[in-house]
């Protein structure tokens, strides 16, 4: 069974920093054959792929968090990172992680966790 837990969300001032982190569990989900990415979904949008590293460590990132954002893995620790800074209070939402397309478009999951909440306050 695959588990996907997501943790470092919490109400932080614009400008602020926040540092999150996934950890994949299930003898079938191991984060170093794939891509991993970042999303996150605010209030009456659809969720979006906001970061994205590979298998040999090429990021991608969307244009809305380009240069704040760090997206990095832990493959002994089966753990993905987003280092976040200059959060901005459009950076609200709830942020989850899961494989991901370097392109940042949709794609199906069959699963994905209860995700943490980021809060930027202006």
């Known amino acids: 069974q695959v588990q996907l837990v997501e943790s470092g969300g919490g109400v932080v001032q614009a400008g602020g920093s926040l540092r999150l982190s996934c950890v994949a569990s299930g003898s079938t989900f191991r984060i170093n054959v794939m891509n991993m990415g970042w999303y996150r979904q605010a209030p009456g949008k659809q969720r979006e792929a906001v970061a994205v590293?590979?298998?040999?460590?090429?990021?991608n990132y969307a244009n809305s968090v380009n240069g704040r954002f760090t997206i990095s893995r832990d493959n002994a620790k089966n753990t993905v990172y987003l280092q976040m800074t200059s959060l901005k209070p459009e950076d609200t939402a709830v942020y989850y992680c899961?494989?991901?397309?370097?392109?940042?478009?949709?794609?199906?999951?069959?699963?994905w966790g209860q995700g943490t909440q980021v809060t930027v306050s202006s």
């Open positions: 899961n494989t991901a397309r370097w392109t940042l478009t949709a794609e199906s999951h069959d699963y």
């Open positions: 590293i590979t298998t040999g460590g090429l990021t």
